[in-house]
């Protein structure tokens, strides 16, 4: 086989994840990847559109932090290699292509510079998994493929290729309106304000848009708790980007909520919050907006860390 050749972009490190039918196959191809060398970051087994949402999630993440690189690549298995390649591609800058063949590995990288890699366990047996793989991770963009016969592509399809990289990055990314925003009535209403910490709960802060009955756009910063509280009014919130967990104490439920998920919790209802990532919500109260606390920040970590080693 043909020594690695890889981007100046990209770095020897995959992000992977696969469900219940894709673990066999992909299990083999992280031993795989780990003898050749790879840095593998295993997100291990979940749903096929849950764990294709985290890989895809955070190769998108990278790229907007480092768009310069290095970047990391993405290898996700399920039963057919199609379910995980659809949420995958819901984000911008990731380009997800299910391959059943060495020739679908070289087109996918030399003309649409793919940066997941999809496979099926069954369509495909360990050792094509891995022959599939491999060809993938050493094709570079614009490589002599089957698409081209074998042959360099020409100047002109060579430049169009060149220049579909930024083209495809700009459909991803949301027009902005005359005010410099993206057209969201709530995004609009934030910009126009500064934001003031919260000093009851560290980590977050907030622009309130309304005073009674209360409304505002709040922040919370990765890794921030709301220890376990309620409020004389119920509250309606829309997350408008990254993720918490919300436990309602009360009523023994939990919520994991991400970008346009919606969440009424009555008045009276204890709840306690985690932020996974930097998050940002909208939120509305039946009335002026008030806080009465059921436990301090220490209890509400260990509980959160409780709640996760069970």
Known sequence: MADLVVDRKETRRVITGADGFGLPL????????????YEVVDLGVDKYYSVATEVGKRLAD??????????SRGLLVCGTGVGVSIFANKFGGVYAVNCRSTDDAINARSINNSNVITLGSQASSVEEGKKILDTWLETPFKAPCPASDGRPWNDEIGQFLDSSIGEMEKISEPALDNNGTHGCAIC???????????????????????????????KFKAGSLEPAHHHTFGHDLIVTSGTKTVWNLSTNEKFDLGPGDFLYTPAGDVHRVQYHEDTEFFIRWDGHWDIL??????????????????
């Open 62 to 71: 990278e790229k907007k932090q480092s768009p310069d690189g290095p970047l």
């Open 26 to 37: 992909q299990a083999a191809l992280v031993e795989h990847l780990r003898q050749k060398g």
């Open 188 to 218: 609009s209403l934030a910009n126009k304000r500064e934001f003031e910490n919260v000093a009851i709960m560290p980590g977050g802060s907030w622009r309130i848009v309304r005073e009674d009955p209360t409304s505002a756009v709040v």
């Open 293 to 310: 606390l059921d436990e301090d920040l220490d209890t509400a970590a260990a509980a959160v860390k409780a709640a996760h080693e069970s």
